[in-house]
């Protein structure tokens, strides 16, 4: 099944939905959850959720700091100053080409693009495991792999941009778990951080391969 964001287009699995068929065209704010924590619906029979921590307030903000410094250019390197992480940006293949870098000419690093799309995609399939999670569904290490695919166009003014980001996972669990699995990639998404901050302007599309599996008896949730 493909779901996307902002709007969540549905079809039968392994089905590419029709184009503009959308089940909700309306997004409304919903609560933010943490990428490990299920999202509000996932409550149990009983009424409890099983969502834990501290909840931000609605007015608290918080900062995330990086120091930057241009090299020779292209080359750029940031601080992440939470945890010191040196991160260093190119601009490899067509990105290069684009910016008049003949081939070779330049250390090819990742570009800001596959950052961005790496990061999306990161956050996505954390939130996605959570939803899982909460509905006693295995997704951890080779039982939800994903791939994502950045579609970066060029602009009037020639100016790249990223315009959709596809997230293609593939989940392994018993098939008793499909339906919920699939209602999970329908909403998941409105539950990300990071969709949420870009949706505005880049399409995010999520793909689930639903490959059923006898789970392994003693196997943990």
């Known amino acids: 099944m493909r779901s996307a964001f902002p709007a969540t287009v549905a079809s039968t699995s392994g089905t590419p939905p029709s184009p503009g068929v959308a089940a909700s065209g309306v997004l409304r704010p919903a609560p933010m959850v943490s990428p490990d924590y299920p999202e509000p619906d996932a409550v149990s029979s009983s009424g409890n959720s099983p969502r834990i921590g501290v909840h931000m307030a609605d007015d608290q903000v918080h900062e995330v700091r990086v120091h930057l410094t241009r090299e020779q250019a292209p080359i750029r390197k940031a601080v992440l ?128 391969d639903f490959v059923p599996v006898e789970e392994k008896a003693g196997a943990p949730a």
């Open 81 to 208: 100053e939470m945890t010191g992480t040196d991160v260093t940006f190119g601009v490899p293949g067509w990105q290069g080409e684009h910016y008049g870098f003949e081939p070779g000419a330049v250390p090819e690093y990742p570009g800001t693009l596959d950052y961005l799309v790496a990061s999306v995609a990161g956050c996505l399939i954390g939130t996605f495991g959570g939803t899982l999670k909460a509905r006693g569904i295995t997704a951890t290490g080779d039982d939800l792999v994903a791939d994502a695919i950045g579609e970066v166009g060029v602009d009037d003014d020639n100016v790249l941009r990223l315009r959709r980001i596809i997230v293609r996972y593939t989940l392994k669990a018993a098939p008793e778990h499909h339906e919920a699995a699939e209602r999970c990639n329908q909403i998941h998404a409105h539950h990300c951080p990071n969709a949420r901050s870009v949706a505005a302007a880049i399409d995010i599309v999520t793909e689930l």
